[in-house]
């Protein structure tokens, strides 16, 4: 340092860098430093200095004040940079701001390029959309048709991209608001098919159920009940000419008809029932024949 010395009267806080007019105004008494997190040399410059502003803002305080209170949000070697700045070199917030930007640029975060943000194949709507705004959220003065043109392309090839495509809207927001009635539709159809889906196995379930009662029926072992026993009647042999013995006991036939059926050849007579008389059945094809032997056997 060559043997050189600041005056015994220079402290800390009169060797800052603001010139004479910041630093003879007196904060009021009344005034409330807000919540603000520190800044170090690893943090974003841009980010800190939005912060710091956006407070400073609600309070309403004047420029020299927030020259003042800009000190107390910094730390370690960012504190050291401040105060070792030249005396009297800062007249107001705004070349306070440029000088902490450019001495620390090295630290602003990149911007996100909106050419890489797109919908992933199988990623609903709502989900994209939400993803969306907080990407498009993070990049600083975006105009409006930009982000109308990165926001349609972005979308996978669907109803929506074709609807914009179609009708293009005139404004981002018209865009947005369109995508948030699809999601909110398609969130509503989801729930619907899960219902859906639900009651069906629901009466899947029923049947299954239905047809298992029906199993363990079938295993049980049989009860017969009285009259399932089957009658057995005593054998009698056949009688020898059981045509006359018939037409002594049975009731009188039925009136005969004149159907007759014929083979092939003319005049030939293929069929007769000489119980009944009648050419529409042999006596081996009589139904009530058999019956009336059946019973009398």
């Not at 049989?222 to 006991?249: G, L, M, T």
Request: hydrophobic share 30%.
């Amino acid at each position: 340092m060559e043997g050189r010395t600041k005056s015994p009267r220079q402290t800390l806080l009169t060797a800052l860098p603001f010139s004479s007019e910041i630093m003879s105004y007196k904060v009021p008494g009344d005034f409330k430093f807000p919540e603000q997190a520190t800044f170090d040399e690893s943090g974003d410059p841009r980010e800190h200095l939005l912060s710091y502003q956006a407070k400073m803002q609600v309070l309403g305080v004047r420029d020299l004040v927030m020259c003042r209170a800009f000190l107390p949000t910094l730390k370690g070697s960012a504190q050291r940079w401040l105060v070792a700045l030249p005396p009297g070199s800062i007249h107001n917030f705004e070349e306070l701001a440029d000088r902490f930007m450019s001495h620390y640029a090295a630290n602003i975060k990149p911007q996100k390029d909106l050419e890489n943000v797109h919908q992933d194949e199988g990623e609903s709507l709502k989900t994209y959309l939400a993803r969306w705004q907080k990407e498009i959220q993070s990049i600083e003065e975006v105009e409006d048709q930009t982000a109308l043109t990165f926001f349609i392309e972005s979308l996978r090839s669907g109803q929506l991209y074709r609807d914009l495509q179609d009708n293009r809207p005139a404004r981002y927001a018209e865009a947005i608001h369109m995508a948030n009635k699809r999601a909110n539709t398609e969130q509503a159809m989801k729930h619907k098919r899960q219902r859906e889906v639900g009651g069906s196995a629901g009466g899947k379930r029923t049947r299954v159920e239905t047809k298992e009662r029906r199993r363990e029926v079938a295993r049980r072992p049989e009860v017969r009940r009285p009259y399932d026993n089957p009658i057995v009647h005593p054998y009698r042999p056949a009688p020898q000419h059981p045509v006359h013995e018939v037409q002594a006991v049975a009731p009188p036939p039925p009136p005969p008809t004149d159907d007759r059926v014929t083979n092939e050849e003319a005049g030939k007579i293929s069929k007769y029932c000489r119980y009944h008389k009648s050419y529409t059945r042999s006596m081996e094809e009589c139904f009530y024949l058999k019956k009336i032997m059946e019973g009398i056997i």
